[in-house]
């Protein structure tokens, strides 16, 4: 009898395999049409686009405490070290009375620091909550700052006429803008000759793209969730139940634009814009380059520290 059954299942069976096999591919090539064109280099989707933006508006309203924030006091007591000796390794003394903008200030944690080692700042940020918290921190440092809301695509038409910056800091933004490109080359253009630009990017090699396409899946899935009880819960699952994570699953899950680039199409783009010196400051697959607009100024060459073995402090307190 059971053989029999076996012999009456066995085609139907294989027929189920066969559909259920030919769904995932059809639902795979979905997502992967989805995701690129969402991450297109020159125009994202616009839902995706004002999504993202949506998701860092509630982030830096609601969700501004975590590890490697200013909430984090090892973080914020060390902040100024980090900017200069593990990130875009130039000297403390470099900084002070430096015109810097801080291109996609969040929460205000590198605007902080930046402000504490003595740089006058401009904060740009698309998001209101972002501007609020960034001057909140910025509040008691006695420097001079001025806060902008805008995108970074439209960055240079908000500037005073002809004004740049010694240095545009951008760290882990640009990858999340409607149009990478233009808001890249406005960033780029903003920083005066002989001044640095120093950027943090999602590199490629980090996340193979099938590992991509997966996390673009959980982001999708993330966003159809109607409650932020439900959001909440699903971001305390991924991180295992530590509710300490919930700033850091957010930035993960939420926003649907994570670019991923190649460092050789960055440095490219920075040498076809006028920029040398093109170097890698942390050994590590995600993107952390510095760069100088035509040539360095030769006072700030012995500003410059050497690059050395990063990637255990980074993976420690930027994973």
Not at 12 to 38: G, S
Not at 61 to 75: F, I, K, N, P, T
Not at 235 to 247: E, M, S, Y
Request: glycine share 6%.
């Amino acid at each position: 009898m059971k053989n029999i059954i076996r012999k009456i299942l066995s085609p139907l069976l294989r027929k189920y395999d066969v559909l259920i096999e030919r769904n995932k591919r059809e639902t795979d090539a979905l997502y992967k049409l989805l995701y690129n064109q969402a991450h297109d280099l020159d125009k994202a989707l616009p839902f995706a686009a004002t999504q993202t933006t949506g998701a860092f508006g509630f982030q830096w309203s609601e969700l501004q405490e975590g590890e490697a924030m200013l909430s984090d006091e090892w973080y914020k007591a060390n902040v100024t070290d980090i900017i200069s000796e593990r990130e875009i390794l130039l000297k403390k003394e470099w900084f002070k009375g430096k015109e810097v903008i801080d291109c996609g200030s969040g929460g205000g944690r590198w605007s902080y620091g930046l402000a504490k080692l003595g740089a006058n700042i401009t904060a740009v940020d698309i998001n209101s909550s972002a501007i609020a918290a960034t001057a909140e921190v910025l509040k008691d440092i006695p420097v001079q700052k001025n806060f902008i809301l805008a995108p970074l695509e439209e960055l240079t038409s908000h500037l005073p006429a002809g004004k740049k910056y010694d240095l545009a800091w951008s760290w882990g933004v640009l990858h999340h803008c409607g149009s990478f490109n233009t808001a890249f080359r406005q960033v780029m253009d903003c920083v005066k000759d002989g001044g640095f630009i120093y950027l943090y990017l999602y590199g490629r090699e980090t996340v193979p793209f099938e590992h991509d396409i997966n996390l673009f899946k959980n982001r999708v899935y993330y966003n159809t969730l109607s409650t932020w009880e439900e959001k909440e819960q699903f971001l305390i699952d991924k991180a295992n139940g530590d509710k300490t994570r919930l700033h850091q699953n957010h930035d993960i899950y939420s926003p649907l634009l994570n670019r991923r680039l190649e460092y050789d199409y960055v440095k490219k783009m920075l040498e076809e814009n006028g920029f040398t010196d093109v170097t890698r400051t942390v050994k590590h697959t995600e993107i952390h380059v510095r760069a100088v607009k035509k040539a360095m100024n030769p006072a700030d060459k012995n500003m410059v520290l050497t690059p050395e073995n990063n990637t255990a402090w980074y993976l420690k307190y930027f994973s």
